[in-house]
């Protein structure tokens, strides 16, 4: 009996969501119509999903840049319905997002979907407030939140949307959450500066303050697991760890990055042999400024090259399992890089920028 209240709890009907009483009329367009918050992708980088302050996630082919399929989750008046953060399982048949997705403000929601056929699967209801991040366990089984404000991490089981685990003693809000390849180690960044590492049963096991800014936004993890990069929202710092200790072990070069905005968003290559980061970075080249993606060798310690990506900060990035990274803009526009540094893709806004 416990386990099926458990599980209404969480795990609530759709049908008892209520909608505006109004139509809502919407666009339908190819590309986005507002900012790109976050990007997620399969285990075998063949999908693309972002998610959007339209109110609307995408799925897109990376190859092709083709758009998929679009997700509507229920939207209202106002913030309702924006999405701050979207996950893709690893096996790419399951949606997660996320956002401003309250009708009162106080009870946010987040909304699964078949990949597929775009049809909602579940609601998972109850968290108290705007949802930053989402992220899949490398085995699909746990669903991890990080929510804005104070309030922390909450885990979720994807079988049934039941709460496995929560922190709450956060000072600040926790923009990021990352897992190591293995999914035995989760790291997440906050805002009070402190940056946390959980382990398989999402227990603390360390939690650290940081030198190199005071609003911790990003992280990654190396792929062998031993070092974990973070980015600032207040700082234009890089740095690099020990994924075990979480003490400092280096800064990466950022020559000239100062003048023209940070690089706050990373991800390390598959083969780890790259570091990659980008931000409000911006370079004027070829009559137009383009914020730039930096893609450091040997793990950042090494040269770095300075590649045109979008023409808006530049808000998430994800490795590619077969090298190189696929990256999305707040124009909105995404793209994709080869290990070379070559851009392979650009898909950019449907709407005319005046």
């Known amino acids: 009996m416990k386990h099926i209240l458990l599980s209404l709890l969480f795990f609530t009907p759709l049908l008892l969501h209520t909608q505006p009483s109004e139509p809502i009329l919407t666009l339908n ?4 119509t507002a900012t790109i918050r976050r990007i997620s992708t399969d285990a075998r980088g063949r999908y693309l999903l972002t998610a959007s302050d339209d109110k ?6 990376i190859g092709s840049g083709v758009l998929l399929r679009t997700f509507r989750p229920p939207i209202g008046a106002d913030n309702e319905g924006q999405l701050h953060a979207g996950a893709l399982s690893p096996d790419g048949r399951t949606v997660a997002v996320g956002g401003w997705t309250s009708k009162d403000g106080l009870n946010y929601n987040i909304y699964l979907f078949d990949a597929n056929t775009g049809t909602m699967l579940r609601r998972i209801k109850g968290l108290p407030s705007v949802i930053k991040d989402l992220e899949f366990s490398p085995d699909g089984r746990f669903l991890v939140a990080a929510i804005s404000r104070s309030n922390g991490i909450r885990v979720y089981r994807s079988s049934d949307g039941g709460l496995q685990a929560q922190d709450s003693d956060y000072g600040g809000p926790c923009h990021n959450v990352a897992f190591d390849h293995w999914g035995i180690r989760l790291a ?7 940056l946390r590492l959980y382990d398989a049963d999402f227990k603390l096991l360390k939690k650290s303050k940081t030198t190199g800014g005071s609003q911790l936004f990003s992280l990654a993890f190396s792929p062998d697991g031993h070092l974990l990069a973070v980015g600032y929202e207040d700082s234009p710092t890089v740095q690099v760890l020990d994924a075990s200790t979480l003490t400092f072990s280096y800064t990466v070069d950022m020559t000239g990055n100062t003048e023209n905005g940070g690089l706050d968003i990373l991800a390390f290559s598959a083969d780890g042999s790259q570091l990659v980061a980008g931000g409000s970075y911006q ?6 400024w ?4 930096r893609l450091w060798y040997e793990q ?4 770095y090259t300075d590649l045109d990506a979008g023409q808006n900060s530049l808000i998430d990035t994800k490795a590619l399992p077969g090298g190189g990274f696929v990256y999305a803009g707040t124009f909105p526009d995404w793209g994709s890089i080869d290990a070379a540094g070559k851009r ?3 898909v950019g806004s449907d709407v005319l920028d005046y």
């Open 188 to 194: 997440t960044v906050c805002y009070d500066g402190y």
């Open 300 to 303: 950042g310690k090494g040269r």
């Open 56 to 61: 609307t996630a995408k799925l897109w082919d």
């Open 290 to 293: 383009w914020f730039q993606m």
């Open 29 to 32: 367009t190819g590309m986005h």
């Open 283 to 288: 370079k004027y080249n070829n009559d137009k």
């Open 344 to 346: 392979l893709r650009y």
